[in-house]
Structures are given as C-alpha cells and as structure tokens.
T-cell receptor
Framework: RKEVEQDPGPFNVPEGATVAFNCTYS??????FFWYRQDCRKEPKLLMS???SGNEDGRFTAQLNRASQYISLLIRDSKLSDSATYLC??????????????FGRGTQLTVWP | NAGVTQTPKFQVLKTGQSMTLQCAQD?????MYWYRQDPGMGLRLIYY???????DKGEVPNGYNVSRLNKREFSLRLESAAPSQTSVYFC?????????????FGDGTRLSIL
C-alpha cells in the first residue's frame, strides 16, 4: 500500500467554484502534514501546513482527520491562477525513515473562465 | 534570497557518460534531499541527508551516488548514465528533525540521456 493516496483527477471547474481534494495516508504515526502545489514543469511549492484543528489561509482550508487518516483541501472562489497540481504530503515518523516526507502523486486542477 | 539552487538546469548526456548535479542551499537547513519526477510517477526520493555527514538511500537509489560536501551542498552523481535516468531532478532542503518541517525545492534539472 502506498504511503499517500490521492485522486489524480483531473478536476475541471469554472471560475468561482468550490472544489475539494482528498488524500489518505497509511502511517498512523505521522505527525506533520502539508499541501504543496506544482505548476507545469516547475518545482513543488508549499501551499500550507495542515494542523489537527484545521486551518484556513484565505480561500484555502485544510483539514485533518487522524482517526480516518484523511486530509482534505478546500478551495473556495476558484481563480484561473489556481490551475495546478496539488500534492498531499505526509511525514514519516518512525525508525529509519525519520526526517522524510512522503508525497502523493498529485491531483490536477484546471479552472476555466 | 536564493533558497535552493540547482545546476545545471538542463543537460543532455549520452549513455555511459557520467555527471554530477549540484545543489546548494542558503537557509542553514540541516536536511537535504534528491528526488526524481517522471510523468505519472510523482516525486520519488533517491537519496537524502538528514544532517551534515550522513546520507541514506531513498526509494530509487540504484545508479546514483551522493555527497554531502558540507552543510550547504549536496551533490548527486550518475556514474554511468542510462536512458532510464532521463527525468527531472529536484533537490530540496528542510530544517529537519525533530519537527519534520516542510521541504523547499530548487527549480530542477532536466536531464535527457540518449
């Protein structure tokens, strides 16, 4: 089983729509969680960290459900500039893999005018 | 701020040639990482260095070697390049343990092996 699983999409939504991405992880010991975005042929960039209580950054809301080992990202009022691939990222917190992060394969989002 | 700097940005090699990809960070980070990214495969960890003086294998280390030259620099070497190593290579760094901080990426090296 993969450490991080994401729906690859693609998600195609109109400007102004609300869209949600989900991600599941397999390591119950993981302590740190992030969402990254990656534009075509560019490097991944940190979008936001995900905290246990859930957190919001402008139009973006991230939530964590430890019991179900599930992370979500909600984007409200989608903009054309939100078009990208969104990567779910989970820390490895045991044994020899301490210090590593596991990246999902990403969910592709296209926002159309 | 430069952040993470990778050189070169593009390279074409012939099968069997060797080369070294360079990576340097100016954020005083302890941990550094090398990934490769292929279409449909996502990011795969090649090697990482949790701290200066240590290196460990990731998911796909075969055909590669690394050197953590000092705290700032972490190089990736292909001793005998193969077409299967055609990929985009990303270097990343993070503050590291104990808080599993997010990683910051360089803008990549696009490597083609003919």
């Amino acid at each position: 089983r993969k450490e991080v699983e994401q729906d690859p999409g693609p998600f195609n939504v109109p400007e102004g729509a609300t869209v949600a991405f989900n991600c599941t992880y397999s390591n119950s010991a993981s302590q740190s969680f992030f969402w990254y975005r990656q534009d075509c042929r560019k490097e991944p960039k940190l979008l936001m960290s995900v905290y246990s209580s859930g957190n919001e950054d402008g139009r973006f809301t991230a939530q964590l459900n430890r019991a179900s080992q599930y992370i979500s990202l909600l984007i409200r009022d989608s903009k054309l500039s939100d078009s990208a691939t969104y990567l779910c990222v989970v820390s490895a917190d045991r044994g020899s893999t301490l210090g590593r992060l596991y990246f999902g394969r990403g969910t592709q989002l296209t926002v159309w005018p | 701020n430069a952040g993470v700097t990778q050189t070169p940005k593009f390279q074409v090699l012939k099968t069997g040639q060797s080369m070294t990809l360079q990576c340097a960070q100016d954020m005083n980070h302890n941990s550094m990482y090398w990934y490769r990214q292929d279409p449909g495969m996502g990011l795969r960890l090649i090697y990482y260095s949790a701290s200066e003086g240590t290196t460990d294998k990731g998911e796909v280390p075969n055909g590669y070697n690394v050197s953590r030259l000092n705290k700032r620099e972490f190089s990736l070497r292909l001793e005998s390049a193969a077409p299967s190593q055609t990929s985009v290579y990303f270097c990343a760094s993070s503050g590291g343990l104990p808080h599993n901080q997010p990683q910051h990426f360089g803008d990549g090296t696009r490597l083609s092996i003919l």
